[in-house]
């Protein structure tokens, strides 16, 4: 019991990361659904038909998705605001049919015969992850990704190549959401395109906006919230998706920055200069 | 066979046009996705099976679900728009929006069950046809086809023709300026979101009515399809929302006839991506619209 | 010897508009060419073309004997060309010292690699120097958002200058100003004088630019009209007359 909260918890807050490194540009992508399906389906291949182990395949399928993103964010991070919206969509939409006329893992009926995902992994890559990610929150990368989600025009004329930016985060948010979907996989033992819709992708951009998506720690609270409340609303069991519902609406309604709104200065105060307002 | 798969597109085709045409007029006016106006269009079909299995003629039945669907597009705006009006806000309001419909969903089910409700339609009416050209029509179906096609005239003439039209127009422009010429900006957004939710409520009843049961999965299936169609056609384009609403829905018929159905479920998708990328203004459109323009 | 920045030709349309017509002037080595024109002469866009915003329509622009027309927007700040706007656009949630650390492009050129690197004491201590030079070292935490109008503008000067240009395009950074302002103002971009190749400013007080440039070009309707000596030009009756003529207009 313990472990599959530990399990649900640690993937949706890859899932949320894996947005968050993409918003960390200034795009929004509900298209890590999407990846996701690409890394649950590449790995489940690789280990269920070639016998690959788990860490390899999982290791290979975020490269397929890696590359996949890198491929359509040249085209698709042309868009901005609610055009990118609807672009992102729409290839969680063309993947999801995409898998389901694919007759080899299974189509609409889905894809069996994966196991051995523990909690120990999701566990380490969180911690792996979310490592990496204190580590550019404190850096120069950091800065200049702040400067292309305020102003890509001025940041590009400050000398740094924004599309090579934006297009390296939505490589590096697939990657994360085609490990997290593999390990998915493997816990599960089963999948369906339909686990991977439009749905999902919603849910995990509404980890990241409750949460917050101006620091690091923002999305992991709003992963969590979102994983463990309905699960202790045991009471309320049979209502939970119109109470998740009404939740969220009034969260956003509450605080429409999420719960942790603030952003961490990469560069610190220094302490023999007075702070200023 | 191919003129009945033509015809059957076009009705679907008109349904998808009235679903687009909310999400268009919405988008027109606040620049903001309703994304609870798929499980909107759902609701419509519900009201309508509820409708008559309470008596109601299937006009009747029809008008209810306007009635019924209008209002819920009110509560859409109080609670998941009108908050979050700032240009910066669109994200909120998209998301505030689908956890509405999600909401939405959940009660459907809890109510009706998660299985499709069939509705009691008169057999004699659900056999009526009529011939024409040497090819039999279904009454319905041309029914349906009036309904959507009166509705969608009768907008076009009121946002052309009208001072509510005119009101609309203005905001659509400039919510600031329309503001200082005395327009009730807040009373504006409410009408738009009352005729985009009321002609979803339509097309969910007819929806019901064509295939002779509600579904709840249809607001996720049909409901995110008719976006994709508003983007194809031009994101605030009434006449794009339109005539991609046409087109997709012929386009489908085809596609099914000659038996590649489920590639053109993705074909919707990966059209409206080239579309956006390709000519973000719509297809048929001849002005920029304003993010392009920006 | 060949001018530092040469403009041949450059033509800019904007949907049958055009904003730029045929304009060629040269900028030599050390000097402080002043860009002055009536609203809508063009000067802003002839600024956002040779900054890589805008794709010129025609012409080209070269750049110590080489052609930069087309290049995007970052590899000619990696040239050299750094530039304000003339309406301000900081990074308002950042603070003031992070918007001038952002435009190191020691950095920007290999993003990647800095997350080791160190030297952050130094970066920190040279963007010190740079805000106390424009008088903004005691804000150097306050959000950008978060500065006074005057304070914004010296702001992005020392924010164009942190990527240790070559080139410099200020765009009206006297506007809104009051006299003491201006003064500080033009205080701060004669101190930098010397440490740039070549500073275009363009600007409206007359006071202002004749007092800091070499040489001047007027603008008007998106033509070259005049070129040359401030006192000459200013007293020429063409340039007289397109800045009444505005006037009229305007009036």
């Not at chain 2, 019901?208 to 008719?226: M, S, Y």
């Given at each position: 019991m313990i472990q599959d909260y530990v399990m649900q918890t640690g993937i949706n807050i890859l899932l949320a990361w894996s947005v968050y490194i993409i918003l960390l540009s200034g795009s929004l992508s509900f298209a890590n659904g999407g990846f996701m399906a690409i890394g649950a389906y590449v790995s489940a291949v690789l280990t269920v038909k070639f016998g690959i182990p788990l860490i390899l395949a999982a290791a290979l399928a975020g490269a397929a998705a890696f590359l996949f993103g890198i491929v359509v964010a040249y085209p698709a991070l042309r868009t901005r605001g609610l055009y990118l919206i609807l672009v992102t969509v729409g290839i969680t939409a063309s993947i999801k049919v995409m898998i389901e006329s694919i007759d080899y893992v299974g189509g609409i009926q889905g894809f069996t015969g994966m196991s051995g995902a523990s909690p120990w992994h999701v566990v380490t890559l969180v911690l792996v992850v979310g490592a990496a990610l204190w580590l550019i929150s404190h850096s120069r990368l950091q800065r200049m990704l702040d400067a292309v989600r305020e102003d890509e025009l001025v940041a590009a004329s400050l000398g740094i190549n924004v599309v090579h930016l934006k297009v390296a985060c939505f490589g590096a948010g697939a990657f994360i959401a085609a490990v997290a979907g593999s390990f998915y996989a493997h816990y599960l033992l089963f999948v369906r395109p339909e686990d991977f819709g439009i749905l999902p992708s919603v849910f995990i951009v509404l980890y990241v906006v409750l949460g917050g998506m101006n620091n690091l720690w923002g999305p992991p609270v709003g992963a969590t919230i979102?994983?463990?409340?309905?699960?202790?609303?045991?009471?309320?069991?049979?209502?939970?998706?119109?109470?998740?519902?009404?939740?969220?609406v009034l969260l956003l309604l509450v605080r429409p920055d999420g719960l942790l709104p603030f952003r961490v200065p990469t560069e610190r105060r220094l302490r023999n200069r007075p702070n200023n307002p | 066979m191919l003129t009945e798969q033509i015809v059957n597109g076009i009705v679907m085709g008109s349904l998808y046009a009235l679903i687009a045409q909310g999400y268009t007029l919405v988008f027109g006016v606040l620049d903001k996705l309703n994304f609870a106006h798929g499980e909107i269009f759902m609701f419509g079909g519900y009201v309508a099976v509820a409708s008559v299995a309470m008596g109601a003629s299937i006009p009747l039945a029809l008008l209810l679900a306007l009635l019924a669907c209008g209002a819920l597009g009110l509560a859409v705006?109080?609670?998941?728009?009108?908050?979050?009006?700032?240009?910066?806000?669109?994200?909120?309001?998209?998301?505030?929006?689908?956890?509405?419909?999600?909401?939405?969903?959940?009660?459907?089910?809890?109510?009706?069950?998660?299985?499709?409700?069939?509705?009691?339609?008169?057999?004699?009416?659900?056999?009526?046809?009529?011939?024409?050209?040497?090819?039999?029509?279904?009454?319905?179906?041309?029914?349906?086809?009036?309904?959507?096609?009166?509705?969608?005239?009768?907008?076009?003439?009121?946002?052309?023709?009208?001072?509510?039209?005119?009101?609309?127009?203005?905001?659509?422009?400039?919510?600031?300026?329309?503001?200082?010429?005395?327009?009730?900006?807040?009373?504006?957004?409410?009408?738009?979101?009352?005729?985009?939710?009321?002609?979803?409520?339509?097309?969910?009843?007819?929806?019901?009515?064509?295939?002779?049961?509600?579904?709840?999965?249809?607001?996720?299936?049909?409901?995110?399809?008719?976006l994709a169609i508003m983007a194809i056609g031009g994101m605030g384009d009434l006449r794009g929302a339109f005539l991609g609403g046409l087109l997709i829905g012929v386009f489908e018929a085809l596609a099914f006839q000659w038996g590649f159905g489920q590639i053109a479920d993705t074909g919707v998708w990966l059209f409206m991506i080239f579309v956006l990328l390709v000519r973000p203004t719509g297809l048929f459109a001849a002005r920029a619209s304003k993010e392009a323009r920006a | 010897m060949s001018a530092l920045l040469e403009i041949r030709a450059l033509h800019k349309q904007f949907r049958g508009l055009t904003a730029l017509d045929d304009v060629s002037f040269d900028v030599a080595q050390g000097e402080l060419l002043g860009l002055i024109g009536p609203n809508g002469a063009g000067k802003s866009v002839l600024i956002n073309v040779v900054s890589g915003v805008y794709a010129a329509s025609a012409g080209t622009v070269w750049l110590r004997g080489t052609d930069v027309t087309s290049l995007p927007t970052y590899q000619l700040a990696r040239r050299g060309i750094a530039r304000t706007y003339q309406n301000i656009r900081l990074f308002a949630r950042m603070s003031v010292l992070e918007n001038v650390l952002v435009a190191d492009q020691r950095y920007s050129a290999r993003p990647f690699r800095t997350l080791f690197a160190g030297g952050r004491r130094e970066d920190c201590a040279a963007a010190e120097v740079l805000l106390e030079r424009v008088g903004l070292a005691a804000k150097r935490d306050a959000l950008a958002g978060t500065l006074a109008y005057g304070e914004a503008r010296r702001l992005e000067i020392a924010r164009a200058l942190a990527g240790r240009p070559r080139l410099l395009f200020l765009d009206e950074p006297a506007a809104g100003m009051n006299e003491l302002e201006s003064e500080e103002l033009a205080a701060v971009i004669r101190s930098f004088r010397a440490e740039l190749d070549v500073i275009v400013l363009i600007e409206h007080d007359v006071a202002l630019i004749r007092e800091l440039s070499d040489r001047l070009v007027v603008m008007d309707s998106g033509k070259v009209i005049a070129v040359g000596k401030p006192a000459e030009v200013l007293a020429d009756p063409r340039v007289i007359e397109a800045y009444l003529g505005a006037e009229e207009a305007d009036g």
């Open positions: 979102m994983t463990l409340v309905p699960e202790f609303t045991r009471g309320l069991a049979q209502w939970r998706p119109t109470v998740f519902g009404i939740l969220i | 705006e109080l609670v998941s728009f009108r908050k979050f009006r700032s240009h910066d806000a669109h994200i909120t309001a998209a998301l505030s929006s689908f956890a509405f419909g999600l909401v939405l969903l959940d009660l459907v089910q809890k109510a009706w069950g998660t299985e499709p409700v069939a509705i009691e339609l008169p057999h004699a009416l659900r056999i009526a046809s009529v011939e024409f050209l040497g090819v039999r029509f279904s009454v319905v179906k041309l029914a349906i086809l009036v309904v959507a096609l009166v509705l969608m005239f009768a907008l076009h003439l009121a946002i052309a023709r009208t001072r509510l039209g005119r009101s609309i127009r203005a905001v659509a422009e400039s919510a600031t300026s329309a503001a200082l010429y005395g327009i009730n900006v807040t009373r504006v957004i409410q009408i738009v979101f009352l005729l985009a939710s009321a002609m979803a409520g339509v097309a969910g009843a007819a929806l019901a009515i064509r295939t002779g049961f509600a579904a709840n999965e249809v607001g996720f299936t049909l409901g995110l399809k008719a | -």
